[in-house]
């Protein structure tokens, strides 16, 4: 006969003994912060859970009497201080100063700047990583005070959406290169350029680099606002700009050929039409030198070049040195810019990022 299971007498539960999951204990003290001319109310556990720099403010370590979190070692608390005083000053706290009887710590960074940080902290469908956009200012005022105290995976997170727009592949550069024609903001560069060596995330220079460089040297010599310190950046990019311009006769050399030599060696099989277009060819490119351009990289597009009237052989001969004269140039991109090899650059990235070898993709339009 079946017996039905819920027929079945159940034992009594015993006592249970609870037990408490620290990391996921958190106490009910907040924390005011002020900055500019907006303020802010955070829960001060979740915040020195994820900065080690507000841990070892003074007026949080008072707090954390009552917070179970394991204090910085000494160490790391005395280099963490030192950073933040470098860079201006940790927050400034005063015994008196409260917000309806909430302590409050103000902080000289930009309001909106902090303003994205902390939605980032506390929200977490605020930032989510590539390939959802970010837009440029959020993204930089997230790198630079997730650097400042030292919230690593949002320091990471911020370095992945630098990467989507100033990659350090060569292919995924010239699409974003291509993508963004029309959107010229040098502006933008100048300043990824200075956070990037703020913030020792050096791989994505060279990307910078070269987009600037690009529009030529009319760009580099506009007037930027004076928080920027570019005078001897300003004068690299200019000295780069005779790299750029060698190059982009090298890069498109293939463009140059005989015609004797297309009729003899029987290396093409429709000699006329293609020296005709290797002959239009390299005319735009002496047009575009002419003219100051220094796109190597985009100069002649792989659709361009696919679509021009040459025979097979000419096409997979012509397809062959451009790629090959834009990868030379790519790998000594970073030598124009006294930068150190490609190498060595992706392997202090491999330290910086827990996942050196995961792609982020492009942005989703």
């Not at 010239?174 to 959107?183: F, L, Y």
Request: charged share 25%; net charge negative; aromatic share 10%.
């Amino acid at each position: 006969m079946d017996v039905d299971p819920t027929d079945i007498p159940l034992a009594e539960p015993g006592p249970v003994t609870m037990t408490k999951v620290k990391s996921l204990w958190y106490m009910s003290d907040m924390l005011v912060i002020y900055a500019g001319d907006k303020m802010f109310q955070v829960p001060l556990s979740i915040l020195v859970r994820r900065s080690p720099i507000f841990r070892d403010m003074k007026l949080v370590a008072r707090k954390l009497t009552t917070i179970t979190t394991q204090p910085a070692a000494n160490n790391e608390s005395a280099a963490t201080e030192d950073k933040v005083q470098d860079e201006g000053g940790d927050g400034e706290s005063n015994n008196e100063e409260t917000h309806e009887g909430i302590p409050v710590v103000r902080l000289p960074d930009d309001a909106a700047n902090v303003e994205a940080f902390l939605q980032a902290i506390f929200n977490s469908a605020f930032f989510p990583p590539p390939p959802v956009y970010q837009d440029e200012g959020t993204v930089r005022g997230i790198l630079k005070l997730s650097h400042k105290y030292e919230v690593n995976y949002l320091f990471r997170r911020a370095l992945q959406h630098v990467e989507v727009r100033f990659p350090f592949d060569l292919g995924e550069l010239v699409a974003e290169v291509t993508r963004r024609q029309s959107q010229v903001y040098p502006l933008a560069y100048w300043i990824t350029i200075e956070l990037g060596k703020k913030v020792n995330a050096p791989w994505v220079l060279p990307a910078a680099y070269y987009m600037l460089c690009s529009h030529g040297v009319s760009s580099l010599l506009q007037e930027y606002p004076g928080y920027l310190d570019i005078p001897e950046e300003r004068m690299k990019c200019i000295r780069a700009t005779t790299a750029f311009t060698a190059a982009m006769s090298s890069v498109h050399s293939f463009t140059q050929v005989d015609a004797a030599k297309l009729e003899t060696e029987g290396e093409c099989d429709d000699p006329a039409t293609c020296y005709q277009t290797f002959r239009d060819l390299h005319a735009r490119l002496l047009d575009a030198i002419s003219a100051g351009r220094t796109n190597v990289l985009t100069h002649l597009s792989d659709c361009r070049l696919k679509s021009a009237k040459l025979c097979s052989k000419c096409q997979a001969y012509a397809q062959a040195e451009y790629e090959n004269g834009k990868q030379e140039f790519w790998n000594g991109l970073p030598e124009i810019f006294d930068l150190p090899s490609w190498e060595e650059l992706l392997r202090e990235r491999a330290e910086v990022m827990r996942d050196p070898s995961h792609r982020w993709g492009n942005y989703q339009t």
